[in-house]
C-alpha cells in the first residue's frame, strides 16, 4: 500500500512546461491575453499560467498532451470569434517547447 503512495507522489511531480507566444494577441486587446489564461485554467485541470510579458508560461501534468492545450486554445479563439484572425502555431525552440498564437495571413483576389 505504501509503495502506490509513493508512485502517486511521483506522477504528481512529473510535469512538463509549454510556453505560448501571445504578440499579436496582445497587440489587438490585452484583455483578451487574461482572458485565454483564464479559460485555460478553467478548462484544463492541474495546470499553473506564468505570464511574462508577451509569453505565457504553461507548466503542466506529464500525462497531459501537448494537442489537448493547442485544442483549447482553438476552442478559445472560436468562442471568442477570433477563429479567422489567429491560429496556433507549434514551434520547438533549443530549450522552449510551445506554441505562438499568429494573424492569418488574408489573401485578397483582384479582377479586372
Partial sequence: M?????????????VKTFYLKVNDL??????????LTR???????????LREGNELEITAP???AKKTI??????FLYKNHLKDEYR????IDDDKDG????????VEFTYY
Avoid: C, H, T, W
Fill in 88 to 91: 496556433p502555431i507549434s514551434y
Fill in 2 to 14: 505504501s509503495s502506490e503512495k509513493n508512485s502517486v507522489k511521483s506522477e504528481e511531480l512529473e
Fill in 39 to 49: 479559460f485555460l485554467q478553467e478548462k484544463l485541470s492541474g495546470i499553473q499560467i
Fill in 99 to 106: 506554441f505562438e498564437i499568429k494573424e492569418r495571413k488574408k
Fill in 26 to 35: 496582445s497587440f489587438r486587446d490585452d484583455s483578451l491575453v487574461v482572458d
Fill in 70 to 75: 493547442k485544442l483549447r486554445i482553438r476552442k
Fill in 62 to 64: 506529464a500525462s497531459m
